[in-house]
T-cell receptor, first 113, second 115 residues
């Protein structure tokens, strides 16, 4: 079975500061890993995904994440936060194939002007 | 390309009433999922369809929840009777079959409030 732990239910950063959202996973087989963003009253939008190719994955809106097998981590980063980045972020894991996603509890990102 | 459509967007019902949600996936997507997202938590799978067959419904509370996907396209999720703890956002997602590193595309969700 797979599971995801997101450290910090709420992260607050200043505009222009580094964004770091933490995600650790557990999987008995090689995982696929995803980061989704959810704006208020909207569905989930895919930011980026790891599918066993390059360990450093670049996504939309300047976000990137690095897969570290030894640490079972897939932390999300962005060099400079914008006000528009304020949202809920979810890390998710699945196994190879067309299988359901297992989500973490989410991290709410606030950006302070 | 049109995205995943869901309706209604919002629904308020009293406990013990019934309710139904509708989902229209992206054209050509064989796999369809229903997730339940309770406030403050990540989405949790309720049921997965492959075309019009059920792949995984192990987490669906079958005493009150039911779902179907007629003709392998649209899907409906029903709750009867509803309980207070069913208050949540119900998300529908679809994906392409057999695509390596598949992506799930989510609809806007239906926010259910049970009073």
């Amino acid at each position: 079975a797979q599971s995801v732990t997101q450290l910090g239910s709420h992260v607050s950063v200043s505009e222009g500061a580094l964004v770091l959202l933490r995600c650790n996973y557990s999987s008995s087989v090689p995982p696929y890993l995803f980061w989704y963003v959810q704006y208020p009253n909207q569905g989930l939008q895919l930011l980026l995904k790891y599918t066993s190719a390059a360990t450093l994955v670049k996504g939309i809106n300047g976000f990137e994440a690095e897969f570290k097998k030894s640490e079972t981590s897939f932390h999300l980063t962005k060099p400079s936060a914008h006000m528009s980045d304020a949202a809920e972020y979810f890390c998710a894991v699945s196994v190879q194939g067309n299988t359901p996603l297992v989500f973490g509890k989410g991290t709410r990102l606030s950006v302070i002007a | 390309e049109a995205g995943v459509a869901q309706s209604p967007r919002y629904k308020i019902i009293e406990k013990r009433q019934s309710v139904a949600f509708w989902c229209n996936p992206i054209s050509g997507h064989a796999t369809l999922y229903w997730y339940q997202q309770i406030l403050g938590q990540g989405p949790k799978l309720l049921i997965q369809f492959q075309n019009n067959g059920v792949v995984d419904d192990s987490q669906l509370p079958k005493d009150r929840f039911s779902a179907e996907r007629l003709k392998g396209v649209d899907s409906t999720l029903k709750i009867q009777p509803a309980k207070l703890e069913d208050s949540a956002v119900y998300l529908c997602a679809s994906s392409l079959e057999g695509v390596r590193g598949y992506e799930q595309y989510f609809g806007p969700g239906t926010r259910l409030t049970v009073t």
